[in-house]
């Protein structure tokens, strides 16, 4: 297969991510600006040919999912009325990915309404981490790398030498996934016995099954918004016994207030990746980031030259692990 030449672009809550990227693969970010109107309309310019160039775009939907995914629909139809070759959507958070079933009734399925209007827009590929539910993947016709963030994390919490570590899930619907954490670090698991009564963000924790007594207690979980699960979760792993609590998320969604009440909790550390650009993280203490770009970066150089990517879904090459969390 022929392919066009390479060219990131950022749109405007992903230029630090794909600067990272870009330095990975040691490439010019490409030139383009997306402003918004005093009306909150939305405009986007490439400020360069992309014609016949394979396009990558890189955008999460993260703090401003509305905005950023309109942002998203934009950046696209710009790129294939301006004759690029292909446009890969590089979706390092897809905030929309909760809203993945028909649970009730009179609701819309967000994320397959999401998954449609960005093929129609034009995408001809998409790459995302950690989407809430696999299926998801199902919503997009067209190819879809669902990467893990997993191997990375795992990575730099067995370089931290943690003893007595229990790999614990915040409830039984991430069960399957906090096992493969177990497995990947050698670990006994928990679970926590959690309900969820309303879309209040707010989840009551009932108790928790498994031994954390005088452990390590790593609470993993795909994401986190207020905060909330992760506080109650760590009071009730220090009345069962735990000597430390640590968290381990993929995506880190959390606003200002949601942070201070972190700060103040019985959580030691929370480490997460940097798939959201949340400018409320540089106010915490506890929280450490793990970059993830290079993962993406080496997710993309495999795309472009027609290498298999599912070897990155089990275990990372060192160079994609830069943390240095002690």
Same mark, same amino acid.
């Given at each position: 297969?022929?392919?066009?030449?390479?060219?990131?672009?950022? %749109?405007? !809550?992903?230029?630090? @991510?794909?600067?990272?990227?870009?330095?990975? #693969? %040691?490439?010019?970010? %490409?030139?383009?600006?997306?402003?918004?109107? !005093?009306?909150?309309?939305?405009?986007? +310019?490439?400020?360069?040919?992309? +014609?016949?160039?394979?396009?990558?775009?890189?955008?999460?939907?993260?703090?401003?999912?509305?905005?950023?995914?309109?942002?998203? &629909?934009?950046?696209?139809?710009?790129?294939?009325?301006?004759?690029?070759?292909? *446009?890969?959507?590089?979706?390092?958070? @897809?905030?929309?990915?909760? %809203?993945?079933?028909?649970?009730?009734?009179?609701?819309?399925?967000?994320?397959?309404?999401?998954?449609?209007?960005?093929? &129609?827009?034009?995408?001809?590929?998409?790459?995302?981490?950690?989407?809430? !539910?696999?299926?998801?993947?199902?919503?997009?016709?067209?190819?879809?790398?669902?990467?893990?963030?997993?191997?990375?994390?795992?990575?730099?919490?067995?370089?931290?030498?943690?003893?007595?570590?229990?790999? *614990?899930?915040?409830?039984?619907?991430? /069960?399957?996934? /906090?096992?493969?954490?177990?497995?990947?670090?050698?670990?006994? #698991?928990?679970?926590?016995?959690?309900?969820?009564?309303?879309?209040?963000? +707010?989840?009551?924790?009932?108790?928790?099954?498994?031994?954390?007594?005088?452990?390590?207690?790593?609470?993993?979980d795909d994401f986190s918004i207020s905060g909330g699960t992760l506080i109650e979760m760590a009071k009730l792993l220090k009345e069962r016994g735990a000597k +430390?609590?640590?968290?381990?998320?993929?995506?880190?969604? &959390?606003?200002?207030?949601s942070i201070a009440k972190l700060e103040e909790s019985p959580l030691e550390m929370i480490i997460g990746t940097d798939s959201v650009e949340n400018p409320y993280?540089?106010?915490?203490?506890?929280?450490?980031?793990?970059?993830?770009?290079?993962?993406?970066?080496?997710?993309?150089?495999?795309?472009?030259?027609?290498?298999?990517?599912?070897? #990155? @879904?089990?275990?990372?090459?060192?160079?994609?692990?830069?943390?240095?969390?002690?």
């Amino acid at each position: 297969m022929q392919h066009g030449e390479i060219k990131i672009f950022a %749109g405007s !809550s992903g230029i630090a @991510f794909a600067e990272d990227v870009c330095q990975y #693969l %040691g490439v010019e970010i %490409g030139v383009a600006e997306a402003f918004t109107f !005093s009306d909150r309309n939305t405009f986007v +310019r490439i400020g360069e040919t992309v +014609r016949d160039k394979d396009v990558y775009l890189v955008q999460p939907i993260g703090m401003r999912p509305n905005d950023e995914f309109v942002e998203i &629909l934009f950046w696209i139809d710009a790129f294939k009325r301006a004759s690029a070759n292909t *446009v890969t959507l590089i979706l390092p958070y @897809f905030s929309y990915a909760k %809203g993945d079933k028909k649970d009730e009734p009179r609701v819309s399925i967000r994320a397959r309404v999401c998954a449609e209007s960005i093929e &129609l827009a034009g995408a001809d590929r998409v790459v995302a981490m950690d989407l809430h !539910s696999h299926q998801i993947q199902g919503f997009f016709k067209k190819p879809v790398d669902h990467l893990f963030a997993l191997p990375v994390l795992c990575e730099t919490i067995t370089r931290m030498q943690l003893q007595d570590l229990v790999v *614990v899930s915040p409830d039984v619907g991430f /069960a399957k996934q /906090a096992h493969k954490f177990a497995d990947y670090l050698g670990t006994p #698991l928990a679970i926590g016995d959690k309900t969820r009564k309303d879309h209040k963000e +707010r989840a009551e924790i009932m108790e928790i099954i498994g031994d954390v007594n005088g452990k390590t207690a790593l609470i993993v979980d795909d994401f986190s918004i207020s905060g909330g699960t992760l506080i109650e979760m760590a009071k009730l792993l220090k009345e069962r016994g735990a000597k +430390r609590v640590l968290a381990c998320l993929s995506h880190l969604v &959390l606003n200002e207030a949601s942070i201070a009440k972190l700060e103040e909790s019985p959580l030691e550390m929370i480490i997460g990746t940097d798939s959201v650009e949340n400018p409320y993280i540089a106010q915490s203490s506890k929280i450490k980031l793990v970059s993830v770009a290079p993962l993406f970066g080496e997710t993309i150089r495999r795309i472009h030259k027609s290498e298999s990517v599912s070897p #990155l @879904f089990e275990k990372v090459p060192d160079k994609l692990v830069t943390s240095k969390i002690e």
